[in-house]
């Protein structure tokens, strides 16, 4: 895992409440990164000012990216690329979550952090061009 050093001044200029609860994402971004040695290298950086989170060796998955919610959908938000199929694929698996369009999902500070469901949604961002690799090898 390599770190930007501004992800850290990003996550500290938010209130307190908004702060810990993406600290607990990215926290849980970097555990998942750790446990799956499929995923290789995750970099951490800024991307549209937003912190983001790319596989670098081997490129084995879509980039994340988690920042506030400047929608009416949450109040923060974890963004992946829209011509993916993720999003579209996460709907059919989590209906009960709040997503935004093709490329996000929404979290309200009032509610648990849906841990389970995460897991899932953040290991298939990470691992999203291996599993299209291994698709077309069949």
Known sequence: ????????????????????ALLDLRQLIRDIANQNAEIGTLEETLKWG??????????????????????????????VNCQSSLVSEWRALFPHLHFGGDRSVHFR???????????QIITMALTYHSGK???ARK
């Open 1 to 20: 895992m390599t770190s930007h050093t501004d992800v850290q001044s990003v996550l500290d200029s938010y209130p307190d409440a908004l702060k810990n």
């Open 50 to 79: 937003q912190p983001s989170f790319l596989t670098v060796r081997p490129k084995t998955g879509t980039t994340i990216r988690i920042d506030r919610d400047t929608s009416k959908n949450g109040d923060y938000v974890l963004y």
């Open 109 to 119: 500070l009032s509610d648990p952090l849906p841990e389970n469901e995460l897991r």
């Open 133 to 135: 690799r291994k698709a």
